[in-house]
């Protein structure tokens, strides 16, 4: 079962703070004043009286807590956010288990966890490698590239991609079977793909228009991948993030994490 993480985050940074300002405005007063109130009847000396009482441990934790959960909850719904690729859908650009980071503000802030857009700063552009929530679920995470923008007409036939009719470059690079790598240009964006040897596209084949406010996505492994050819387009409101960079690769917790594949992505 997948763990909602924003959920928790959220839920722990509210939590925490709740108490924490609770024992600021009404809890700490009332632990001083009897405290206060025992010193008098025990006759101790003043300066005792006024020591600070000690705090009770669920408020200590969640005072020394919530800063760090605020801080992590800000940097991760709004600026950056790491990710694990889990498949090899966008191979040869991710190859499975490179972690990435994703830029959660390219594409405007959202709220955690609801996802509403609460302010505009930019669009997903054409050639870009988007994290998105899965459209049939709107909970797991996918990534993919951005091939189709609103209002496009897309295409797709014998292992071709035309974007409004004309045919997206592509250059031969070399047969690596079972695959051949290719290199295309997808609108400012230059990436390589591959596509399977001998292997018919049909299951994949057809036409599309992209509707107002969603993406038609394309993984970089074109022969095999789950993306919008089969379950259709990508709205708005489930777009998380431009994915820019691998920072590692981390096979298994049985291996040491490398970062030769370190770098920007296209």
Known sequence: MDINFPLILVVLTFSTGLIWLLDVLFLRARRLAGQAGESVATG???????AEPREPYL???SRSFFPVLAIVLVLRSFLVEPFTIPSGSMLPTLEVDDFILVNKYAYGLRLPVIGTKILDIGDPQRGDVMVFKFPEDGE????KRVVGLPGDHIRYRDK??????E?????FVAKLPPVELRREQLGEVEHDIFLTLGRQSAAGEGEWIVPENHYFMMGDNRDNSNDSRFWGT???ELVVGKAFAIWMHWKSLTSLPTFDRAGRIE
């Open 44 to 50: 101790e000396e003043t300066g005792a009286a006024e």
């Open 59 to 61: 408020i200590d934790l």
């Open 140 to 143: 797991t995470n996918y990534i």
């Open 160 to 165: 071709t991609l035309y974007v409004n009719g």
């Open 167 to 171: 045919e997206v470059g592509s250059q």
């Open 234 to 236: 990508v709205p708005d």
